[in-house]
T-cell receptor
Framework: GNSVTQMEGPVTLSEEAFLTINCTYT??????LFWYVQYPGEGLQLLLK?????DKGSNKGFEATYRKETTSFHLEKGSVQVSDSAVYFC?????????FGTGTRLKVLA | EAGVVQSPRYKIIEKKQPVAFWCNPI?????LYWYLQNLGQGPELLIR????????DSQLPKDRFSAERLKGVDSTLKIQPAELGDSAVYLC???????????FGPGTRLTVT
């Protein structure tokens, strides 16, 4: 069946550091891939998405590229800010199933 | 445009009591999801509606959980009777079409004592 695997957190970085959060998936067919972010006390909100291979999703300085050959959708940001501290979820949508990873907590220190 | 609305935000009940959660999705969104989120975990689907029809309730513990979406708009999720293990955050989300990006409400944090 479909599945999503994320790197375990927490990830602690200094402000302006480079961020990578790994996400790999298993799916039949051609799923859409998403990154959601959850700030403390709030619901999840979409950060970016990609719907086909080689697509790059981007938003608020974050990027992720849909790599079918490596079944990956790693999240990157060149320079993180304290306000980026949150939990990040990788997700896929395929064959009427929407599956979330377990989340990676990011803490950015000033 | 108003987002997904959920109530209550917090609920504390004793085990064996009933509890209900309410969700109002974004206007025009046909697909509605209820998720369970345990601490440190991602959301896990309980039930998905397309309009008023429950099209995926395979993960809903039907012995104690029930849900409805009358008229294909608002939805209610009920637990009766609640157990200690039901303590979690219950999230509601909606999307314009199935498989598309989802819009989440703030969730209801349930504590069963």
């Amino acid at each position: 069946g479909n599945s999503v695997t994320q790197m375990e957190g927490p990830v602690t970085l200094s402000e302006e550091a480079f961020l990578t959060i790994n996400c790999t998936y298993t799916a039949t067919g051609y799923p859409s891939l998403f990154w959601y972010v959850q700030y403390p006390g709030e619901g999840l909100q979409l950060l970016l998405k990609a719907t086909k291979a080689d697509d790059k999703g981007s938003n608020k300085g974050f990027e992720a590229t849909y790599r079918k050959e490596t079944t990956s959708f790693h999240l990157e940001k060149g320079s993180v800010q304290v306000s980026d501290s949150a939990v990040y979820f990788c997700a896929l949508s395929g064959t009427y199933k929407y599956i979330f990873g377990t989340g990676t907590r990011l803490k950015v220190l000033a | 445009e108003a987002g997904v609305v959920q109530s209550p935000r917090y609920k504390i009940i004793e085990k064996k009591q009933p509890v209900a959660f309410w969700c109002n999705p974004i206007s025009g969104h046909n697909t509605l999801y209820w998720y369970l989120q345990n601490l440190g975990q991602g959301p896990e689907l309980l039930i998905r509606y397309e309009n008023e029809e429950a099209v995926d309730d395979s993960q809903l513990p039907k012995d104690r959980f029930s849900a409805e979406r009358l008229k294909g708009v608002d939805s209610t999720l009920k637990i009766q009777p609640a157990e200690l293990g039901d303590s979690a955050v219950y999230l509601c989300a909606s999307s314009l079409i199935e498989g598309d990006e989802q819009y989440f409400g703030p969730g209801t944090r349930l504590t069963v004592t």
